[in-house]
C-alpha cells in the first residue's frame, strides 16, 4: 500500500496520467492503465460471444487473435476522434498539450475555449463527424467475408454509437458544445448559451440516472453502475458551467484560484475497490467528497482505504470508513485563503470541500492554499 504515499512533486499536473505512448502532431497521447481493462473486456466479447455466433465453426484461436485485433483498432478510433477535436483546436490556434485515452473513451486537453461560436461549433462536431466517417467506412469493409468482415461490422457499430452518444446535446458532450455554440451565434452571449447547454446537461445526466434505474431493476447492475458514474460527472461538469457562467464569481472568489472543480463525486455506496480502481489510484493524494441522495455526507481520502485490509476493499463501502462532516470544515469560495488554511490546522486536515452558496464547486488542498498564502 506504499503506493499512496508516495510525494508528488510541486508541478505535478494531473492530466499527465498513465503511460506516455507517443506524440502525434506536436499532441502527446498519453494511455490510463484503466484502458487495458476494456481492450480485456471488447476481447473477451467479441472472442466469445460476437465472432462465434457471426462466424460459426472456426478454429478458436482466431475468435481471440480477431477479438484483440479489434480492440486495438476500437483504442485507435477513439485517438482518431479526440484527434480530430485536436487537429481543429490547433487550426484555430488554441494549444492542445495532450490526449489521454482511458476507460470512459478519451478526452484531448485544449487549453482554453475558442474564442468564437463558430470555432467551438467546428472542434466539437468533427469528433463525432470523424467517429460517423469511421462508422461508414467500417460498414462498407463488412462486406468482407469471415472474421475480417464480422469485426469491421462491430467496429461500424462501436464506432456509430460513440457517434451518437456524444452528440448528445447536453454540456459538456461534444453536442452541448455543438448545442453552445449555436445558441452563442444566434444569443450573442457566451456565458448565457453555457448556462442554456448546461441545463440540458443536468436534464440528460438525469435521463441517464432513469435509464440506470430501468437497466438496474432488469439485472444488469454493472451497466446501472455505469450510467450512474457517467450521469456523476455529466452533472457536476454541467453543473459547475452553470456556476461559473453566472458571472462575477472568480474575481470575487479567492479560493476560485486554488479551486479543482474537476473532481469525481463520489457515492457513499460505492465499494472502496471501486474508489480505488477508478479515482484514487490516478490521484492518490487527493481527497474526494462524497455524495448520498444529492448531499455532501463526507470525504474520503487514502489514509482511510489503507486502514482497511485490502481483502475487504470489495465488501467495504465509501460510507463506511469516510471522514463524517464534522471531521473537516466545509468552505466557501468567497473565503480568504488565510482563513481557509487556519480552518484546515483547526481540524487537522489537508483538504476540504468548498461550496458556492449550496452548490458543491469543488475540492481545494493545504498544499495549493499554503503555494499563495
Ligand atoms: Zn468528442
Partial sequence: MARF????????????RGWRVGELSGVEVR????????A?????????????????RTNGVFYWLFGAIAALIFILSILWHEMAHALMAIRYRIPVKR??????????????????PAHEFWIAILGPLSSLA?????????????????????????NLTLAIFNLLPGFPLDGGRVLRAVLWHFGGSYRKATRQASRVGQAMAGLFVIFAALLFF??????????????????????????????GLPSAAPLFRVLRHNVPLIDARLPLALLVWRYLDHAPDQAFPVFQNGMLVGMITAEQVERVP???????????????????????LTEPLESAKAQLDAYNVDHAPVFAGDQFVGMVNRRDIVYRT
Avoid at 40 to 50: D, E, P
Avoid at 136 to 153: E, I, K, N, S
Avoid at 223 to 242: D, K
Avoid at 314 to 326: A, K, Q
Fill in 5 to 16: 504515499v508516495r510525494r508528488m512533486p510541486a508541478d505535478f499536473d494531473p492530466t499527465a
Fill in 218 to 247: 432488469n439485472g444488469f447492475l454493472f451497466n446501472a453502475l455505469w450510467f450512474v458514474l457517467i450521469a456523476g460527472f455529466l452533472y457536476s461538469t454541467a453543473s459547475l458551467s452553470y456556476r461559473m457562467s453566472l458571472g
Fill in 31 to 38: 494511455v490510463d492503465p484503466s484502458l487495458l481493462l476494456i
Fill in 310 to 332: 485490502r481483502l475487504e476493499w470489495g465488501r467495504v463501502r465509501v460510507g463506511e470508513v469516510m471522514l463524517p462532516l464534522n471531521a473537516f470544515p466545509i468552505l466557501f
Fill in 134 to 158: 469511421l462508422a461508414f467506412t467500417f460498414g462498407a469493409l463488412g462486406q468482407l467475408p469471415d472474421l475480417v468482415g464480422a469485426v469491421c461490422r462491430w467496429l461500424a457499430l462501436i
Fill in 99 to 116: 490526449i489521454v485515452l482511458h476507460l470512459f473513451g478519451g478526452v484531448a486537453f485544449i487549453a482554453r475555449d475558442p474564442e468564437r
Fill in 40 to 56: 480485456a473486456l471488447v476481447t473477451f466479447s467479441l472472442a466469445a460471444g460476437v465472432l462465434p455466433r457471426e462466424v460459426p
